[in-house]
């Protein structure tokens, strides 16, 4: 059961475009949503994150959207660079005690063409 | 600040046999944490640990898969006996006390069952 789901594989923007990446999820119990970029033979690196109690949250060209009635968030790059390009990861956590368990989807091949 | 640092880069081994990895996590992070990442797919966690301590092993095939973090810095995975399913790169990451979810990776181990 994949409780969080990239279901466009890859997308494929021309430089200068907005760049925007979907991330759906079906637990209502996550309440903290992050995003982690990585490039081929390295690690994920931490992008930006929101909480749930929020609906935007901005870094420079980054913007997130939680849109939690539709249980749907999304990553917008503007605009897009060559540079961007990469495999995005959607994650989503929920405290369990004093823990917290982060759950990743799939992953998403973004392509900016120069 | 020094990264996560893991080792080997790659490795390449037959069914059967047994392999370990080895991650030294940032300076000071108490939280480590263990993924396996197959291709195509995101990071599923294997397991985490708080200091010396087991926080969530739930996902870890505790039949062939075991690992430890003495002294609560540096952390050994080891699979024996490896399958052929257990080829993916083996990701460590790290995360400081106040930092929810903001993990920090190393460059994985490339792990090849033939």
């Known amino acids: 059961d994949q409780q969080v789901k990239q279901n466009s594989p890859s997308l494929s923007v021309q430089e200068g475009r907005i760049s925007i990446l979907n991330c759906d999820y079906t637990n209502s119990m996550f309440d903290y949503f992050l995003w982690y970029k990585k490039y081929p033979a390295e690690g994920p690196t931490f992008l930006i994150s929101i909480s749930s109690i929020k609906d935007k949250n901005e870094d420079g060209r980054f913007t997130v959207f939680l849109n939690k009635s539709a249980k749907h968030l999304s990553l917008h790059i503007v605009p897009s660079q060559p540079g961007d390009s990469a495999v995005y990861f959607c994650a989503a956590s929920r405290r369990t005690g004093a823990n917290s368990k982060l759950t990743f989807g799939k992953g998403i091949t973004l392509s900016v063409r120069p | 600040e020094a990264g996560v640092a893991q080792s080997p880069r790659y490795k390449i081994i037959e069914k059967r046999q047994s392999v370990a990895f080895w991650c030294n996590p940032i300076?000071?992070?108490?939280?480590l944490y263990w993924y396996q990442q197959i291709l195509g797919q995101g990071p599923k966690l294997l397991i985490q640990?708080?200091?010396?301590?087991?926080?969530?092993d739930s996902q870890l095939p505790k039949d062939r898969f075991s690992a430890e973090r003495l002294k609560g810095v540096d952390s050994t995975l080891k699979i024996q006996p490896a399958k052929l399913e257990d080829s993916a790169v083996y990701l460590c990451?790290?995360?400081?006390?106040?930092?929810?979810?903001?993990?920090?990776f190393g460059s994985g181990t490339q792990l090849s069952v033939l």
């Open positions: 990451a790290s995360r400081s006390a106040g930092g929810r979810e903001k993990l920090f």
């Open positions: 300076s000071g992070h108490a939280t």
């Open positions: 640990f708080q200091n010396n301590g087991v926080v969530d």
